[in-house]
């Protein structure tokens, strides 16, 4: 028998280690690895309240969650690419101009 | 009990992999601690009866997701991170902000819950809480069929514009 807030616990630390790459990493690829964990710990506590509340739509939430994820991944991935064509960095503290 | 046991395990390397994700300079090695958090999360999942969600999470995150973000390290030969001054800042002041606000966010949790108990064997005994993948296969083509098939428009949307995003500019045709 596993308590139900031993999950939402973890999925809080999860979330807490995403925001804090987020705020403190300066590499734009590991800010956005940081967002894609936040989406984990997010998933985590949907798959936990789905078990809770014996409702298999939040399982189905998570496959969705996913699906956005690859494709928010491929866009965003591009994104950066383009990016260090024109700037050739990948600091986000000298990426500070919206035009060249 | 040993469900207990393998929880904390799995826990314990979800946690580990996070922390070291903040920790490592080299986005690499960031990359490769998440695809170790990832992994744990699918056997956390298979504790919460979701197979068909654990599956996925390993082939779509730490596979898919996860080699897309390497290839892309890679590719672009991303260095060790520098400091700068606002990445200072937002060490003094993130850091403990964001523990702070984790450690609130826990202590409500476990205070204000009167926390039932979920046992894997019950979870995949209850055809409402076991997440086969026939289950949710069918949940998805009945109830979920237009979010599903709007997911497969947004998809070939974002292919569109990863690959127009990603080649490279033409200025040739630009001038003419």
Same mark, same amino acid.
């Given at each position: 028998?596993?308590?139900?807030?031993?999950?939402?616990?973890?999925?809080?630390?999860?979330?807490?280690?995403?925001?804090?790459?987020?705020?403190?990493?300066?590499?734009?690829?590991?800010?956005?690895?940081?967002?894609?964990?936040?989406?984990?710990?997010?998933?985590?506590?949907?798959?936990?309240?789905?078990?809770?509340?014996?409702?298999?739509?939040?399982?189905?939430?998570?496959?969705?969650?996913?699906?956005?994820?690859?494709?928010?991944?491929?866009?965003?991935?591009?994104?950066?690419?383009?990016?260090?064509?024109?700037?050739?960095?990948?600091?986000?503290?000298?990426?500070?101009?919206?035009?060249? | 009990?040993?469900?207990?046991?393998?929880?904390?395990?799995?826990?314990?390397?979800?946690?580990?992999?996070?922390?070291?994700?903040?920790?490592?300079?080299?986005?690499?090695?960031?990359? @490769?601690?998440?695809? +170790?958090? $990832?992994?744990?999360? &699918?056997? #956390?999942?298979?504790?919460?009866?979701?197979?068909? *969600? /654990?599956?996925?999470?390993?082939?779509?995150?730490?596979?898919?997701?996860?080699? @897309?973000?390497?290839? +892309?390290? $890679?590719?672009?030969? &991303?260095? #060790?991170?520098?400091?700068?001054?606002?990445?200072? *800042? /937002?060490?003094?002041?993130?850091?403990?902000?964001?523990?702070?606000?984790?450690? @609130?966010?826990?202590?409500?949790?476990?205070?204000?819950?009167?926390?039932?108990?979920?046992?894997?064997?019950?979870?995949?005994?209850?055809?409402?809480?076991?997440?086969?993948?026939?289950?949710?296969?069918?949940? @998805?083509?009945?109830?979920?069929?237009?979010?599903?098939?709007?997911?497969?428009?947004?998809?070939?949307?974002?292919?569109?514009?990863?690959?127009?995003?990603?080649?490279?500019?033409?200025?040739?045709?630009?001038?003419?």
């Amino acid at each position: 028998m596993i308590p139900l807030s031993y999950y939402l616990v973890l999925s809080a630390i999860l979330f807490a280690c995403g925001v804090t790459g987020f705020l403190i990493k300066r590499n734009i690829i590991t800010i956005f690895m940081s967002i894609e964990l936040m989406l984990n710990g997010v998933n985590l506590s949907f798959v936990a309240f789905a078990a809770q509340w014996h409702a298999l739509s939040g399982q189905v939430f998570v496959f969705f969650v996913m699906v956005v994820a690859a494709a928010e991944a491929a866009v965003g991935l591009a994104i950066i690419i383009s990016v260090y064509r024109t700037r050739e960095t990948l600091n986000v503290d000298r990426v500070n101009l919206l035009k060249l | 009990m040993l469900h207990l046991l393998l929880f904390l395990i799995f826990g314990a390397i979800c946690v580990a992999g996070a922390v070291n994700l903040l920790v490592q300079r080299h986005p690499i090695q960031s990359a @490769l601690s998440l695809i +170790v958090v $990832m992994a744990a999360l &699918a056997g #956390e999942y298979l504790l919460l009866g979701a197979e068909f *969600v /654990a599956a996925v999470q390993v082939i779509v995150y730490a596979g898919a997701i996860m080699v @897309l973000f390497v290839f +892309v390290i $890679m590719l672009l030969n &991303a260095a #060790e991170e520098e400091h700068t001054a606002g990445s200072r *800042v /937002a060490m003094i002041l993130g850091v403990p902000g964001v523990t702070v606000l984790g450690l @609130l966010v826990a202590w409500m949790v476990v205070q204000h819950s009167n926390s039932p108990s979920v046992s894997p064997a019950a979870l995949y005994a209850d055809p409402t809480t076991h997440g086969a993948p026939a289950t949710i296969g069918t949940l @998805l083509f009945s109830e979920f069929l237009l979010p599903f098939e709007i997911t497969s428009v947004l998809i070939l949307i974002a292919i569109m514009g990863a690959v127009v995003l990603a080649q490279k500019p033409q200025h040739g045709k630009e001038e003419k």
